[in-house]
């Protein structure tokens, strides 16, 4: 796998990203070292990789896409907040970026993907960059995956109508549910594991993909 990249997907492109996420109000510096050594171009078709370190969704197929960037970091950074966790569950892992970027920065993480396609090429990206700390699954992520629980951080990058009950069971006291929320109008939302219940709180107003039941094998 070509880590460094050349022309769009150089040293450079990646250093105006960063930049570009420091302006937007990302301070976590341990969050911003590994999206500038992360190869975003290596997680999306090569017709678009010149398009990999822009702030921006992109397509990567079966009606899906890897996320924006700046998401990731905001995302990755309320994960971190409370200190580095052990165990991460991640929801809809898609091409494997989100994925990629947790793995230096976490114990553990166990990533449900429920399109087989998208599971299969995450797990060469995986395997490609050696992260070892990674385990992935072919599941419906609405359930969770409740024999490798509870976890510290359950991060979501689909968005159910509401937040799914069996996700908040497989939190561990003091953990942190991270997701987006809603239909036409979507908010991301984290909510905290507290000794009286789970206790919400609003993010900012996002958009992404829906959370859909069930698997696809395609």
């Known amino acids: 796998m070509d880590k460094q990249g050349i022309g769009m997907t150089s040293q450079r492109t990646r250093e105006r990203l960063i930049q570009r996420l420091m302006e937007q109000g990302i301070t976590n510096y341990s969050v911003l070292d590994v999206i500038r050594t992360t190869p975003r171009h290596a997680f999306v078709d090569e017709a678009l990789a010149h398009r990999a370190y822009e702030d921006t969704a992109l397509p990567i197929g079966w009606g899906q896409t890897i996320s924006q960037p700046y998401i990731v970091a905001r995302m990755t950074e309320l994960a971190l ?21 947790l793995s230096p920065l976490v114990g553990e993480v166990y990533a449900i993907e429920r399109i087989k396609g998208l599971l299969d090429r995450s797990r060469e990206r ?62 991301l939302v984290m909510v905290t594991m507290g000794a009286d219940g789970p206790e919400t709180t609003h993010v900012e107003n996002v958009k992404f993909v829906p959370m859909l039941s069930g698997t696809e094998r395609g």
């Open 126 to 187: 995986v395997r490609a960059l050696r992260l070892r700390n990674v385990q992935l699954r072919h599941a419906d992520g609405l359930d969770g995956w409740a024999d490798k629980g509870p976890f510290d951080v359950i991060l979501g990058a689909a968005a159910p109508e509401a937040i799914p009950p069996a996700l908040l069971t497989q939190l561990a006291p003091g953990g942190r549910l991270i997701l987006p929320v809603g239909g036409v109008d979507q908010r």
């Open 81 to 101: 907040q409370a200190g580095r966790p052990n165990k991460v569950m991640e929801i809809g892992s898609g091409s494997g970026y989100q994925t990629a970027v």
